[in-house]
């Protein structure tokens, strides 16, 4: 079993819809990250939570550390939010586990 | 702002070849990271690296994998003897606390033939 999983692995939207990514894990973390990775490649680094709620623009993460579950909204998507969405949580020893990714395209 | 940096972006190898990998770091960093990604596949943790020791390191991280920061700037990721299944997107990430957000290098991609 993946200890970070992430749903839907894909995810189609029209221009201006509200996006959802989800995310649980099962191992005990220090923090939790969201990366987005463009169709290049590279990965950038969107928020880093240990608790609560952060908000950056158009883009919102979310953690629920008792039931182990973080949320990544975008509202307002738009076609340059096309990317893969990854969570990645960092264990108590300093590594990182990541999830699939969610492959996210926004049609104008 | 302040990024890190990859060298090379790509680089094609013979299986059994050794290949170092270069990053450099933002300079105020201190903890330093490397990551694979094979094409299709989800990214893994390889190896943590601080105060010039590794830190952390996955079972992905064998005897044919070594980390080395050999000056004040570089951090490189050396594959001794390449295998096929080495293939795949290299990227570094360095962060100034063990907490902080990390920033991620823009990749290397190795191909190994």
């Known amino acids: 079993k993946n200890e970070v999983e992430q749903s839907p692995q894909n995810l189609t939207a029209q221009e201006g819809e509200f996006i959802t990514i989800n995310c649980s894990y099962s191992v005990g973390i220090s923090a939790l990250h969201w990366l987005q990775q463009h169709p290049g490649g590279g990965i950038v680094s969107l928020f880093m939570l240990s608790s609560g709620k952060k908000k950056h623009g158009r883009l919102i993460a979310t953690i629920n550390i008792q039931e182990k579950h973080s949320s990544l909204h975008i509202t307002a998507s738009h076609p340059r939010d096309s990317a893969v969405y990854i969570c990645?949580?960092?264990?108590?020893?300093?590594?990182?586990?990541f999830g699939a990714g969610t492959r996210l395209t926004v049609k104008p | 702002e302040p990024e890190v940096t990859q060298t090379p972006s790509h680089q094609v190898t013979q299986m059994g070849q050794e290949v170092i990998l270069r990053c450099v770091p933002i300079?105020?960093?201190?903890?330093f990271y490397w990551y694979r990604q094979i094409l299709g596949q989800k990214v893994e943790f390889l190896v943590s690296?601080?105060?010039?020791?590794?830190?952390?390191k996955s079972e992905i991280f064998d005897d044919q994998f070594s980390v080395e920061r050999p000056d004040g700037s570089n951090f490189t990721l050396k594959i001794r003897s390449t295998k096929l299944e080495d293939s795949a997107m290299y990227f570094c990430?360095?962060?100034?606390?063990?907490?902080?957000?990390?920033?991620f290098g823009p990749g290397t991609r190795l191909l190994v033939l």
């Open positions: 990645a949580v960092r264990s108590w020893v300093n590594d990182m586990r």
């Open positions: 990430a360095s962060t100034y606390g063990v907490g902080d957000t990390q920033y």
């Open positions: 690296f601080y105060n010039n020791e590794i830190s952390e």
């Open positions: 300079s105020n960093h201190l903890y």
